[in-house]
Every structure is written in C-alpha cells, then in structure tokens.
C-alpha cells in the first residue's frame, strides 16, 4: 500500500512544476534585438555615429565593405534584399549613392533615406594643384567634396540630426537619444581640442601636406592646414600632371605622401621615390571614428614637423 500511495503521489508534485515552468517560459519578454530600429549606412563611420547616438535601440548594417571604394561600390544581392527591412538608411554623400539610393528606394518604399551631407555646408575640390582661391559657382556646385565626416565639426552638426531622426521615429526612447547625443558631442569636445593642440605649433612653412585622393580637405580647413591631393578631384593623374606634383612636393619639401587602402597607391609610390619620401597609409573608412581620426592627426602632425 505504501508503494501504491507514493505511485499516485508523486504525478501530482511534477504536474504543478512542469506547469509553472511553461508558464514562466510563456511569459519571458521577447529578445530585445526585436525592438532595435533596423537602420542601414553607407560608410563604416557612420555606423560609429549611429551607435553612439542610437545605443543599443538601433541595429545599424554598413553597405560599403571593409576596404572597398565608396567611389565606385556596388552592393551585392544579399545588401539588397536586407534592405527590404530596413527603416532608416543614412546617406553621407559618397559617390555610389548618386546611381543606388533610387535603387534601394524601389527596394523599400516604406524605407525613409535621411541624407545627413545636406545637413552641412560643404567645401569644393581644388581644379588646380595647390590651388588657394574659389572656384566660381558653377564650377563648386560640381565640385563638391563628400569627406565631411572626418571633420569633428560637422560630424557634431550630423549627429544632431541624427539624434532628432530617431526620436521622431521612436519618442519612447526620446530622452536616451538625447543624452546619449550630448555624451558623443563631449567625446567630439575633446577629440577636437586635442587635435587643435596637435596643431597649435604648425608654422605656416609646415602647413602643407600631400596625400594621394582628396580626403582630408575638411580636417585641413579645421585646422589651419592645407592638403595637395595627388588626384585632382579624386581624378588619376596623367604624365604632365604627376610632373607637376614632384616639382611641387620638391618646392614645398613633402617628406610624406599618405595613401589609403580603397585607392591603389602605385602613384604616389612613383612620387615618393622620386622625391626620396616615404608613403603612410591613413584609411577614413575606419570603424572607431574618433579614435581612427585621431591616429591620423598624429601621423599627419608628424609628418609636417
């Protein structure tokens, strides 16, 4: 009888704990990559931006691949239909966005394509080598240079739009965006006052410095610098105009040529060993904006002194 009674006993104490386990299961909140924005960028950089400003309540996709040309990227089939998910897509101005952003629009019509370069005033693209005066209107309407992310001004300015972007989207998490906004401007601040510090002794003899694309055009102006491209507007240079670059990093004493990793450097290799330079690589497509930014401060810094 004692078996019998603990035979029937026992179903009863695992029925009620089975129960409450499926309940408990039942009621565990879903994960919280569910809730995320799915927003899509087109350069590593903004990412950066997107997440500083967006936490954890947005899930950003980077278009333009590690190493890849902004210039003439195409996404692949996978990129494309990601998109069709995608809520948000921040635009920056980089060239491969003139012939796809009306693509990914027929991909995702619900999608919203938030173009943060218009939220900027831009610089123009020098048509001549060590070019000081403007070009006239026409002429810089064309000319418009897309770099404007690796100036700390302006990614302070882009972030602000950013910051309202999402809250107008997601008012819930409003008061987050906006503190995690202010924090980045901070982490800008000081970023920004290092940089200047870096350059406070530049004297003017020292100021230029020669990279291979036109890049770092707006870290120039927000530092009193000034850069020869080796590519007139991000264009290859012939015979005669590579001729005028080596005269020109012979007078203004270039000891450095910068290249970076989406543009073949054999150019500027050319120059380099005509002018007994060296060649340092800077990449502007970096993930870690503000600490990649830094870095290439410091090699610039270095090599004007």
């Not at 629009?105 to 001549?128: G, H």
């Not at 000081?190 to 230029?208: A, C, P, V």
Request: proline share 6%; aromatic share 8%; hydrophobic share 40%.
């Amino acid at each position: 009888m004692v078996t019998s009674r603990h035979y029937w006993i026992y179903p009863l104490k695992i029925i009620p704990v089975f129960l409450v386990v499926t309940l408990l299961c039942l009621s565990v909140p879903a994960p919280a990559s569910q809730d995320k924005i799915p927003v899509s960028v087109s350069i590593a950089p903004l990412k950066y931006m997107l997440k500083q400003v967006g936490g954890e309540q947005v899930k950003v996709s980077v278009m333009v691949s590690s190493g890849a040309n902004p210039a003439t990227y195409e996404p692949n089939p996978s990129q494309m239909a990601g998109l069709s998910d995608t809520e948000l897509y921040f635009a920056i101005g980089v060239p491969f966005e003139s012939s796809w952003l009306e693509r990914f629009s027929k991909v995702n019509k619900d999608m919203r394509i938030v173009r943060l370069d218009q939220e900027v005033k831009k610089r123009t693209l020098a048509t001549e080598y060590d070019q000081d005066a403007e070009l006239d209107k026409k002429q810089a309407e064309i000319n418009k240079d897309p770099h404007v992310w690796l100036s700390p001004v302006l990614m302070r300015i882009m972030s602000l739009k950013v910051m309202q972007v999402l809250s107008g989207m997601d008012p819930g998490h409003e008061s987050q965006y906006r503190q995690n906004y202010l924090e980045f401007c901070r982490e800008i601040n000081r970023l920004d006052k290092r940089i200047l510090d870096m350059f406070s002794g530049t004297k003017k003899r020292q100021e230029r410095f020669m990279c291979l694309h036109p890049a770092w055009g707006y870290l120039a102006r927000d530092y009193g610098l000034k850069q020869i491209p080796i590519e007139l507007e991000g264009k290859t240079p012939g015979p005669q105009e590579m001729k005028k670059v080596i005269s020109i990093a012979r007078d203004k004493d270039i000891q450095t040529i910068f290249v970076q990793p989406q543009f073949s450097g054999k150019k500027a290799k050319t120059i380099a060993k005509s002018i007994n330079a060296q060649v340092v690589a800077l990449d502007p497509l970096a993930y870690d904006w503000s600490d990649n930014l830094l870095k290439m401060a410091k090699k610039i810094s270095k090599a004007l002194r």
